[in-house]
């Protein structure tokens, strides 16, 4: 049971870190290209869906770790994690709103407006800092599992 467990930890590890990785290719769509940019925006949701797979047993337990928590820190981590999602929803959809290369290449066409183009422009600008509180937070996971991850060999 605790290797399953242990095994888990690891596989969301390497998903997140696969995760992170991808948000930083895609937001940058200067080094990019546009095309190149919503495409692999397209591709990023897969990560994404599966970073919240991996942790739905936190997802469905946050209202009861929100109410019975004794600390704000960890009352103010829960609803950091839904603002940070509620945030990604935004710049997903507000991405998909302004495509000029993807939507049009599947033969979606669409009139781009003005607002969507800066909500997506602010809600990804936004996201970034977001992004480094909410790995902040998580700070103490990410050094416990990366030890464990790579371990330092003991000299004899």
């Known amino acids: 049971m605790s290797d399953w467990k242990e095994n888990l930890q690891k596989t969301r590890y390497v998903m997140d870190v696969i995760l992170l990785i991808g948000f930083m290719i895609v937001s940058a769509p200067q080094a990019t290209g546009v095309p190149v940019h919503e495409w692999l925006s397209l591709l990023f949701i897969v990560p994404f869906v599966i970073h919240l ?30 603002l940070i999602y509620l945030m990604m929803l935004l710049v997903f959809v507000s991405g ?49 599992i990366t030890k464990k991850m790579f371990p330092k060999e003991v000299k004899q």
């Open 53 to 82: 797979l991996l942790h739905w047993d936190w997802i469905k337990k946050s209202l009861d770790i929100f109410l019975s928590a004794k600390s704000a820190k960890i009352r103010f981590n829960v609803i950091w994690s839904y």
């Open 96 to 144: 998909f709103l302004v495509s000029v290369a993807l939507l049009p290449a599947i033969s979606v066409g669409i009139n781009i407006q003005d607002f969507w183009s800066k909500i997506h422009h602010d809600s990804a600008t936004f996201i970034m800092p977001m992004l480094g509180v909410h790995l902040a937070l998580q700070w103490s996971w990410i050094v416990n």
